[in-house]
Structures are given as C-alpha cells and as structure tokens.
C-alpha cells in the first residue's frame, strides 16, 4: 500500500490502523499537502499547527503525540500506533520511509517517541492480566507478546516456548482476537484468560484442543483495545522491553539477536536458526 493511500485512509477512518501494512524498504515517502481551505495559516506552536492540520482534516482524529522531529522542518506525530510528520508551518504531511543517507537511519520507525508511546501502552496491561511462561531462574530478556489462539504463527511460536527459555527469553502473552470483538474466536479467548489455569488453558487451545467455555471479568477487551491503539493489525505481535516492535513471529536464535541488538551486546556465535 503506497504512502499517500495510507494518509487518506487515515483521514477517512480517524485511525492509522487501516494502514498498518509497512512501506517496503527503499521505498521513498512521499509528502502529501492538505487541501486549501482558504483559511490563514494556524497560529501557535509549530505543534499546534500540527494538531490543527490534522484536526482541519478530519475532526475526530485522536492524535496521540506531536514532538520534534529529526528531520528538520517537521513535527513527529503518532497517530493509531503509527508515525507519520507533519511541517512546522502545517501544510505538509508525510508518511514513509525517511532516511537520514548520512547516518544510515530510518527516522519513523525508529524513533524514540514511537518507542516510549508503545512502551507506555503496554505498561498499562498489570502483570496479573497476562498469560506469563517464563524460564527457571531470572530471564535476560522479557518480551510482550499479542497473541491469538487460531493463528499459525502463534501456535509455533508458543510450541517453540523451551527454546526461548533456554536463550533466557520470558514470554508474556496479552490477547488479541484477530477476528475481533464479539467472534467466537473473542469467546474462546476470553474462556481461556477466565480458565482457573491459564496457561494450561492457552496451551491446550493452541494445540486445536476443543475450549471449554467460561465467562468472568476477562482483561481481553482492554487488551485488545490496547493492541488496536499500538498499530496492531496481525498476530503475533512480539515488542521488545523498551517498547521496539520486533515484528512477527522470529525463530528463538533470531529473537535473541534482535534483543541483543537493541541492547547493544555483541552478537552470539550460535548460528541463526532457519525459517520455518
């Protein structure tokens, strides 16, 4: 999906999450200017301009953080889970790939915000509402994960659970109904996280075993609520402890790398694990 199509989806749909698909790497953003209405340029802050542009488009757009942005010109603002920057004077808009040639950086999806914004997010999900597999002893690193229990990807990843442990990797699992609220796939989630062994319950559902059916006052739908506010679009959804999306399903040796990246160790000399 190209760029511009995403910001117009955007506008229509209050929500950058009808655009989660990412650009392809390489491919250049492209600025979108927003329709002339006539009016004077907005006064203020150049982040108040940013909010008013994107308001001017679409009123009921939620705008969830507008800062500066390493491009020079432009403000950094998060809408849906997504960035995407707007100019100072607030007639441009842009969504992309953004790349900083002399520092070989990508400046949206690496930013520090986005990172913050979604560790933030998830730091409203308690502990006890997650479904936790952690290994024996202190694990290294502590990935939250947003799974579904049809998923095939979920499914490896959580029959793959000894091998993340092993590589001191802790799971933590919140839900995220890929079918949406109020599909039996929603039910049987929610049976699951009200089961009195949670993690048997997860486990067995993910191995196709039939659910048995239970009601309580389920953390799901919040969770849920949480996942479509960070961008969330398909399961799993793997965010490492400072808040960086990892991405999809990844192989424990390539979790592992990925996570000693962030954290500046130097990597393994285990050798990568395949993809499935």
Same mark, same amino acid.
């Given at each position: ?12 749909? *209050? ?32 982040? %108040?301009?940013?909010? +008013? ?6 009123? +009921?757009?939620?705008?969830?953080? *507008? $800062? ?10 998060? *809408? ?21 040639? %002399? ?33 024996? $002893? ?41 079918? $949406? ?10 049976? *699951?996280?009200? %089961? ?43 965010? %490492?402890?400072?808040?960086? +999306? ?31």
């Amino acid at each position: 999906m190209k760029p511009l199509f995403c910001i117009a989806a955007l506008l229509a749909t *209050v929500s950058l999450s009808a655009c989660a698909q990412a650009p392809q790497p390489g491919q250049p953003a492209k600025p979108a200017a927003a329709p002339a209405s006539g009016a004077a340029p907005a006064a203020g802050t150049a982040d %108040a301009r940013a909010r +008013q542009a994107l308001q001017s488009l679409n009123p +009921q757009i939620r705008v969830d953080y *507008v $800062g500066q942005s390493e491009l020079p010109g432009f403000r950094e603002v998060i *809408v849906g889970g997504q960035v995407a920057l707007v100019s100072d004077d607030g007639k441009y808009l842009v969504q992309g790939t953004v790349l900083d040639i %002399a520092a070989k950086k990508e400046l949206t999806q690496s930013s520090p915000a986005l990172a913050k914004y979604r560790l933030d997010l998830l730091n409203t999900i308690k502990a006890k509402d997650r479904i936790i597999f952690a290994p024996p $002893g202190k694990a290294e690193y502590t990935v939250s994960v947003f799974t579904d229990i049809e998923c095939g990807y979920c499914r490896k990843l959580h029959s793959e659970l000894a091998e993340y442990h092993k590589l001191g990797i802790a799971i933590e699992y919140m839900a995220f109904p890929r079918m $949406g609220l109020g599909s039996q796939d929603h039910r049987d989630m929610i049976s *699951v996280w009200c %089961a009195s062994d949670r993690k048997q319950a997860l486990t067995n559902a993910k191995a196709g075993r039939p659910v048995v059916a239970k009601t309580c006052t389920s953390p799901v739908d919040a969770e849920f609520d949480v996942g479509k506010r960070l961008g969330i679009s398909g399961t799993p959804a793997v965010f %490492a402890p400072d808040g960086t +999306q990892l991405g999809g399903y990844l192989p424990p040796e390539q979790m592992r790398a990925a996570l000693d990246e962030l954290a500046g160790k130097p990597a393994a000399a285990a050798a990568p694990a395949g993809m499935p």
